[in-house]
Structure formats: C-alpha cells, structure tokens
C-alpha cells in the first residue's frame, strides 16, 4: 500500500493545472485545524476564499458508479472502506461548521465538468482592503529655508 499516492493523483494534477491556467491560486495539501480538534487536509484549498476542494478516489471513497468491493480479505476492507467514507462525511460536517465551501469531485469527472464546479463556488471578487493613496510630497520653497 506505500505505492498508494495519498496525493499529486493524476486528477488532482489534472485539476489544478487547469485551474491554475486559469489564473487561480491555491494551496495543495493545507493541513486545517478545525475547532474541536479536527484536522483535515483537502487536496487543493482557496485559504481567502474559504473553498476546500476535495479530488475522491472511486476504490477508496466508494463511488457509487465505480466502486468495487474486494472479493478477498473482505473482514479487512470493509471497515476500512466504510471508514473512509465516515471520515469524509465527518470532514464535510467540520468544514461547513467551520464557514468553509466543500467541493467534493470524484477522480472520474471530466476535467471540464470539474473545472466548471470548482469555478461556480468561487466568488467572483474577493474582499480586499486598500489603503487610499499616499498624496505626493509638496515641493519645498526656497523662502521657507531663508
């Protein structure tokens, strides 16, 4: 199970460069420290933004389309995989909690439709605070020095 990339998956690559072609920014794998003590990691996270998006593999998160149960060392996977899942829904609760946007996407999505869901939470401008301009310097007199 070390061959088992926990993230850089090939969706989650596919994703983000997409998203970063189109001039977002982000953070990959920011550890969230949540109140009540939980911690969660979402693959990519929009830290302004409050959005945590989420890349979810079929095998390991149960997709409904193509997850599949292994037929052996079933007393393993079962707990584990339903585990997962819990964690997941668990995860979700403390974000939403938290004031935070989750996007969950399954790693078969097409890039576009990803893209699109990734996009439609956003918000379109972000709340920045600028300081008023700085007024240029008077020029100094000569009769203010005689």
């Known amino acids: 199970m070390k ?3 926990r993230t850089d998956t090939k969706p989650e690559l ?4 997409a998203l970063h072609a189109m001039g977002y920014r982000y953070r990959k794998d920011l550890r ?3 109140s009540g003590g939980v911690r969660v990691r979402p693959d990519i996270v929009f830290t302004a933004r409050r959005v945590a998006v989420f890349v979810d593999g079929c095998f390991w998160h149960c997709c409904p389309d193509h ?9 393993y996977w079962e707990p584990k995989l339903r585990r997962n899942v819990e ?9 939403g909690e938290a004031g935070w946007t989750v996007v969950r996407l399954w790693e078969h999505s097409a890039i576009d439709e990803a893209v699109a869901a990734v996009v439609d939470v956003l918000p379109t401008t972000r ?9 240029p310097p008077a020029e ?4 203010a020095f005689a």
């Open 32 to 34: 969230l420290d949540l």
């Open 14 to 17: 596919a994703l983000r460069k």
């Open 127 to 135: 709340t920045v605070t600028r300081r008023p301009p700085v007024p």
């Open 140 to 143: 100094a007199s000569d009769s």
């Open 67 to 75: 997850g599949s149960q292994p037929a052996s060392n079933t007393w």
């Open 87 to 95: 964690r997941d829904r668990a995860a979700d609760t403390a974000l």
């Open 3 to 5: 061959a088992n990339r």
